[in-house]
């Protein structure tokens, strides 16, 4: 996390605002209003505490309507992904894969593919079996995407996890990465369906209601 990120956590901390949800808005805040203000920074050798107190403004402005659309951009990114890990091809075809079935790790590879462009913020996705081993994924940058054995064996009774956000260099974007379990028809925990998020939609919540002069003077 770079000293500019830190500083932006360390203000969110002091607002009550660091959940894993508010853990976005600090990468969402880096990206879309550090830059403008860093370069102020250079231009006009303004002092970091006059560029700080423009960006805890920014955050009191925001936070509380940024939270709840966050809130619910995360939750339907949960929801769709659950969806997709209950979906027969799954289990199915993991089931067959397990069995040494090459045919299943392709139709499997298809699904993943499917799921992923129906989704604009999903930069990739991956199934692992029930003791955590890589089965197929739909191809994309999936670095970033992992959570320990411990936390992937939680999904034998939970129905998601997510993970820290964080900055994707080979992305150039803020991600998140999220897991839901895939079960059989019985409800036994098989393995897990993980994607990699892009946080593009949490920014674009910030730079709509920032206010229009943020970072721009009195002009």
């Not at 990739?124 to 940058?141: E, H, K, N, T």
């Amino acid at each position: 996390m770079t000293v500019w990120q830190e500083t932006i956590a360390r203000w969110l901390r002091e607002f009550h605002l660091d959940s894993i949800r508010n853990q976005m808005l600090v990468f969402a805040v880096v990206a879309t209003l550090v830059p403008p203000l860093a370069v102020t920074v250079v231009s006009s050798r303004k002092s970091r505490r006059s560029v700080g107190d423009q960006i805890a403004q920014e955050l009191r402005g925001t936070s509380t309507q940024a939270a709840w659309e966050i809130d619910q951009w995360l939750g339907d990114r949960l929801r769709d992904l659950r969806v997709a890990a209950t979906a027969y091809a799954v289990a199915e075809n993991l089931a067959r894969i397990q069995g040494t079935s090459g045919e299943a790790v392709g139709r499997l590879r298809e699904y993943l593919n499917s799921v992923r462009e129906r989704c604009p913020d999903c930069e990739g996705l991956l199934v692992v079996d029930g003791r955590g081993r890589f089965v197929a994924s739909s191809g994309g940058r999936m670095s970033g995407v992992q959570f320990s054995q411990d936390r992937l064996n939680g999904l034998r009774t939970s129905d998601a996890l997510v993970g820290e956000a964080y900055w994707d260099t080979g992305l150039g974007k803020a991600a998140i990465a999220l897991a839901a379990p895939i079960r059989q028809a019985d409800g036994k925990y098989v393995g897990a369906l993980m994607a990699k998020i892009n946080l593009r939609a949490v920014a674009d919540v910030l730079q709509r209601l920032a206010p229009r002069d943020a970072g721009g003077g009195n002009g």
